[in-house]
Nanobody, 135 residues
Framework: QLQLVESGGGLVQPGGSLRLSCAASRFSLDSYAIGWFRQVPRKEREGIACISSSGDRTNYADSVKGRFIISRDNAKNTVYLQMDSLKPEDTSGYYC????????????????????????????WGRGTEVTVSS
């Protein structure tokens, strides 16, 4: 089981920026597509960004497209989510996850954005980091 740890959350004013990190220990991430998700209490988890194992393909939800950028540094075993132009509605818990390696990564990334990611098995979910956008 992958151990994924998110960091970088915090309190930021509207229009500000944060960079979240998703780091893995014990195992290498370089074979995994990685997704970022967010969830507020009493609402469903939302997939917002996904990146292929090599980093050459990315997908974004419309709600974050043009404002968030997902990237990875496989040498550091870390995936990032750069969040710019933050809005109060971006306030949420943010989570990263890696699907089971038997999953088709391209199909999984599409389903991360499409909302159908619950049908997959996962090799790891992080515990999340909180982002609050408020003045």
């Amino acid at each position: 089981q992958l151990q994924l740890v998110e960091s970088g959350g915090g309190l930021v004013q509207p229009g500000g920026s944060l960079r979240l990190s998703c780091a893995a220990s014990r195992f290498s991430l370089d074979s995994y597509a990685i997704g970022w998700f967010r969830q507020v209490p009493r609402k469903e988890r939302e997939g917002i960004a996904c990146i292929s194992s090599s980093g050459d393909r990315t997908n974004y939800a419309d709600s974050v497209k043009g404002r968030f950028i997902i990237s990875r540094d496989n040498a550091k075993n870390t995936v990032y989510l750069q969040m710019d132009s933050l809005k109060p509605e971006d306030t949420s818990g943010y989570y990263c996850a890696a699907p089971n390696l038997h999953s088709d990564p391209h199909e999984w990334c599409e389903d991360v954005i499409g909302g159908d990611f619950w049908r997959y098995e996962y090799d790891g979910w992080g515990r999340g980091t909180e982002v609050t956008v408020s003045s």
